[in-house]
């Protein structure tokens, strides 16, 4: 084990969490060097010690999960060296330069055999924009192929397509989280909020003081629990049935005559038609859908009002999570959530408003960059000329040699090994095995590929899988900025150095680059330095929707250095002066051309795998505090282990008794797809037509072999959220 070298002594570094989209704040006090590299356990020292610092988003606090992140960076099985698997079928270590050749070799014959669309590239959402800028150049330039998406299409792309259509820019939260402080009402819908982002409750605090907390999630989640009593509301709906709520409340709006008609004529477009598509769904007939009792609809519907600014309220937020937009209609569903907000008068307004809750790291800022297959940087569409003239004018490209728009995640995923499609795939940033759905024809499909390659820090159930593993450095190992779930745009600080031979993400392209790329970009392309990158990112990003030009890592660093928490996209360069960024975007219009949200009709059609007789039972898959996404950083944190150390599933005490299967028994779930099994869990927070899973496992207990790859036909968006099961006991 390398001790900690880098920093040591140079006191706290500031930087952020490597985890989710909250990025709490946190000081890395670098050890000591040298002098004892193993705790009194016998296991090696922790490279720096993690205390929180003071941010706005965590107001000084941190979750389990980001108090043991440490951990991961002397995980016992950390890629330290390069791995090529060798004729035995083992995976053994090589030097990079063997590595790299071998991987460039490889990929420039397929492509002079089948042409550049025989390679695919998978990013993910937690890496820095930096390396989301230089990964989606390097598919677009070097391997000049259109096949690139990332793990953000399993994340927010619903809300980002609803958010787009309405506003005409997607920013998660378009304003600043603090903000939330203020509201009376907070409508809170498939976000778990308490386990998922755990410093942000203190953000709804100030709804709960006044009853106005609204949690819509088919689980009694520890989010639902802070809306019990007096504090709030929780609507428990059957899975797959927000639209019908929302719609609902719509309807109740327009009927009672709550809805802000000034802010409708004068901000709005489309009501007229949204008005009439909601008079079919009074409350009663939604109650018959969706299982919420008519009068809690109208109950919330007059709550929302009697919050918005309109009716002389403090303020009302509407906020989307996963539990509504991994869904079939997920981004029909987000629609009829701005649509109600609108109705309202919220977006746009200092202390009011719309958002949905981006999960990853990165979440925002990697959907900016161009990972997302039909985007160039600065979130400009892929197929649009003057985007392309620009972009391939900063990166010294003739335009029409850049590809056309690829396929979103599960239908890239779905065509790898297949005639005509790729037979080549890079990942970076995501275990894909695990958190893809319907895993097991994931599984197939890498199996048929000539070439896997996958790039992580640790080896990951995707990295065992592949020919070739890329280890490289993680967060407090690297420096870069990360676009957090308000937009923010933040430092990330290396403290220490990585071990053994683990490279950053930007070496190892601009390494492939130059083996690859000989003639078709300029041998200066891809610079190692993040802030290097960074600028040419900003320039890319110059006059799009997400505007960075007017930021760089100096100006970033000057602003925190003056006590500034952090600067707001659209920032773009001056002159007059230097623009100050964004915390709070529409107040003055939106971003479509006529300056008005545009209100879109949207009706319920139900999840695409709904139960029946065989699979009677909704299966509805989450998160866990203790637990990270695919759990290939967490499973390697010892503290985290003892508290969730094996996959489970909860069910009703009624549902359990009728189907034989006991607290603390073996349940198997089967679907259309697949099966998983997993410890039971009693208890009376889910419904008794419903179990719940959480999806950080791999192997026996991975839920993902029985979800649904349908997805949302606008987003690209698989419906992780909901699919049909049948549940049996397993004997002992
Ligand atoms: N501990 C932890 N925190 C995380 C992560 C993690 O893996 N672990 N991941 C991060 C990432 S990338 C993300 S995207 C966020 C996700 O954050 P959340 O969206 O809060 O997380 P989930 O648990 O996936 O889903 C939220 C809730 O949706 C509910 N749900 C399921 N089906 C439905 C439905 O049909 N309707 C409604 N209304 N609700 C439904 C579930 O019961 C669950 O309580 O969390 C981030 N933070
Ligand atoms: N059933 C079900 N499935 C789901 C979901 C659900 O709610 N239910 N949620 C979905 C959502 S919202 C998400 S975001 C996905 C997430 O699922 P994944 O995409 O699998 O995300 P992670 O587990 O975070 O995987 C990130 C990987 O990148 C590695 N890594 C960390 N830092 C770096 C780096 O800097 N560079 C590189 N190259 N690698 C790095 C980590 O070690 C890890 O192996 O899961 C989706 N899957
Ligand atoms: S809430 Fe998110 S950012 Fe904050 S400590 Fe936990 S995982 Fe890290
Ligand atoms: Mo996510």
């Known amino acids: 084990m390398t001790p900690a070298t880098a920093a040591a002594g140079d006191g706290p570094v500031a930087t952020h969490c490597p985890y989710c989209a909250l990025q709490c704040g946190m000081d890395l006090t670098p050890a000591r060097p040298g002098v004892v590299d193993t705790d009194a356990g016998g296991r090696p020292r922790l490279p720096v010690t993690v205390t929180p610092r003071q941010f706005p988003t965590n107001g000084g606090g941190l979750c389990q999960k980001g108090w043991t992140s440490a951990s991961v960076l002397r995980a016992g099985d950390r890629l330290t060296t390069p791995l090529v698997r060798g004729a035995d079928g083992e995976l053994a270590p090589a030097t990079w330069d063997d590595a790299l050749d071998l991987v460039a070799g490889r990929l420039a014959a397929l492509a002079a055999e089948r042409g550049p669309e025989a390679v695919a590239v998978f990013g993910g959402g937690g890496l820095t924009n930096e390396k989301a800028y230089a990964l989606g150049k390097f598919a677009r330039t070097v391997l000049r192929t259109p096949h690139i998406d990332y793990n953000g299409r399993f994340c927010m792309s619903s809300a980002a397509a609803a958010g787009t259509r309405a506003f005409g820019v997607d920013r998660g939260l378009p304003f600043p989280v603090t903000d939330l402080a203020g509201a009376d009402v907070i409508l809170l819908l498939g976000s778990n909020v308490a386990e998922t982002m755990p410093p942000f409750a203190a953000h709804l605090a100030g709804a709960r003081a006044a009853g106005g907390l609204v949690v819509v999630d088919p689980r009694r989640s520890a989010t639902a629990r802070l809306a019990g009593g007096a504090e709030g509301v929780h609507l428990q709906p059957v899975p797959g049935t927000d639209l019908v709520v929302l719609l609902a409340l719509l309807h109740v709006l327009l009927a009672e005559g709550l809805a802000d008609r000034a802010y409708l004529a004068a901000r709005t477009s489309g009501s007229g038609d949204v008005a009439r598509s909601v008079a079919a769904w009074w409350p009663e007939r939604a109650e018959t859908v969706c299982g919420v009792p008519a009068e809690d609809l109208r109950r919330v519907a007059r709550l929302l009002a009697a919050a918005s600014p309109a009716r002389g309220g403090r303020g009302a937020y ?415």
């Not at 160039?376 to 620009?390: Q, T």
């Not at 150095?497 to 000989?518: H, K």
């Not at 419906?719 to 004997?731: G, H, L, N, R, Y």
């Open 318 to 732: 509407v906020l989307t999570g996963r539990g509504v937009e991994q869904s079939t209609q997920g981004t029909a569903t987000v629609t009829a959530a701005i649509n109600l907000a609108l109705a309202l008068g919220l977006p746009g307004l200092p202390g009011s408003g719309f958002g949905c809750l981006t999960g990853q790291g990165n979440g925002q800022g990697g959907r900016e960059h161009g990972q997302k297959c039909d985007q160039l940087p600065g979130y400009r569409r892929i197929d649009d000329p003057a985007a392309r003239e620009h972009v391939a004018g900063v990166w010294g490209v003739d335009p029409g040699s850049l590809p056309g728009p690829g396929r979103p995640a599960v239908a890239m995923l779905a065509s790898l090994g297949t005639a005509g499609g790729p037979r080549a795939l890079l990942v970076h940033g995501s275990n894909l095995v695990v958190s893809a759905p319907d895993a097991d024809r994931v599984r197939e499909r890498l199996a048929a590929l000539d070439l896997l390659v996958v790039c992580d820090v640790v080896p990951s159930e995707t990295a065992r899988l592949a020919d070739v593993v890329l280890p490289t450095t993680q967060w407090a190992e690297e420096e870069g900025t990360m676009t957090n779930l308000e937009g923010r745009v933040l430092r990330r600080r290396r403290a220490v150095e990585a071990p053994g031979e683990a490279r950053s993400e930007l070496w190892i392209l601009a390494e492939l680059a130059r083996r690859l790329g000989a003639g078709h970009v300029p041998g200066d392309a891809f610079p190692t330095d993040p802030a290097a990158v960074f600028d040419e990112l900003a320039r890319a990003s110059a006059g799009g929707p997400a505007d960075y030009s007017g930021l760089s890592h100096a100006r970033l660093d000057a602003h925190e250095a003056a006590g500034g928490p952090g600067l707001y996209w659209p920032c773009p360069a001056g002159p007059p002066g230097e623009h100050p960024g964004t915390p709070r975007m529409f107040l003055d219009g939106f971003a479509t051309p006529d300056g008005r949200a545009r209100m879109v009709v949207v009706d319920h059609a139900g999840p695409a795998d709904d139960v029946r007789p065989g699979a009677p039972t909704y299966l509805v898959t989450g998160r866990v505090l203790q637990h990270y996404q695919s759990g290939a950083q967490t499973h390697r944190v010892p503290e985290l282990e003892r508290l969730v150390p094996e996959p489970y599933v909860e069910l009703h005490p009624l549902l359990g008794t009728r189907l034989g299967v006991p607290d603390g028994g073996r349940a198997r779930l089967a679907s259309a797809r697949g099966v998983v099994e997993a410890t039971a869990r009693w208890t009376d927070a889910v419904r008794p037509d419903t179990v719940f899973m959480p999806f950080h496992w791999g192997g026996e207990g991975s839920v993902n072999r029985v979800t649904s790859d349908a997805v949302d036909p606008v987003s690209g968006m698989p419906e992780f959220k909901v699919c049909a099961v049948s549940v049996t006991p397993v004997p002992a």
